[in-house]
């Protein structure tokens, strides 16, 4: 997608559904791991303007997913700030990216989802698929349409009730309820989340009673 913009002089916001994902990517350089067709990846642009920012994009596309879980009764929770959890495993994530060509500025979204994979390779021991938990099997085309319309949907509830969305986020956040491991400025510790700002940021509190205010890139929470 992105290449379409630099290159190709695109305009309009996109779709893309991989079937088959060579080369995935995860935040920080980490690799997304796709089983053939048995996970669903797919990528699509938003334009930005003053009305929606990275951040809301964020919430609005991982409340999508965790929505469809519930809805298979699958226990997810958000692990800040773009995974999806379920059991102590990670099922689902995001990649955000901004770019801006010439006066257009878009967000650049790409999605993993763990359905049919019966198994992953050793190096990713905390990983789980939707099939895993419910031993079903779905199909990846019909999940894709779920979550599109889901994203579109709470796209356009986000535009005119920005508060729900926010609540909402913050109730599915994996941490609020009770301490869990992180690495804080790069020392492990165990944080609560108190609450989280407009632009994405979270007031935390140390098991020290300190109350702090960090980003994404000074803490990364913890499966094990």
């Known amino acids: 997608i992105i290449d379409l913009y630099k290159n190709s002089g695109f305009k309009n916001t996109l779709t893309v559904l991989a079937k088959r994902q060579m080369k995935g990517r995860g935040r920080m350089g980490k690799i997304w791991f796709s089983d ?6 797919f990528s699509f642009s938003v ?27 699958i226990p997810a929770s ?34 993993g989802l763990n359905i049919n994979n019966s198994m992953f390779p050793k190096y990713l021991p905390d990983s789980t698929s939707v099939y895993q938990v419910t031993e079903k099997l779905f199909k990846v085309d019909e999940v894709f349409k779920i979550l599109i319309k889901n994203i579109k949907q709470s796209m356009s ?6 508060m729900s969305i926010k609540k909402s ?33 979270l007031s935390i509190l140390t098991k020290d009673a300190v109350v702090s205010t960090v980003n994404a890139n000074a803490i990364k929470f913890l499966l094990s």
């Open 36 to 41: 053939s067709d048995k996970g669903l990846t």
């Open 47 to 73: 334009k930005l303007n003053s009305k929606i920012n990275l951040f809301d994009i964020n919430m609005i596309t991982t409340l999508s997913i965790i929505h469809f879980l519930r809805d298979l009764n």
């Open 78 to 111: 958000i692990k800040y700030p773009n995974d999806i959890i379920c059991d102590n495993k990670k099922i689902s994530g995001l990649l955000i990216e901004s770019i801006k060509v010439k006066s257009n500025a878009y967000c650049i979204v790409g999605v």
């Open 157 to 162: 509830l986000y535009l005119e009730n920005k």
């Open 169 to 201: 986020y913050f109730s599915a956040l994996w941490g609020t309820q009770e301490y869990v491991p992180c690495l804080l400025n790069k020392q492990k510790a165990s944080v609560k989340i108190l609450s989280i700002t407009k632009s994405g940021f």
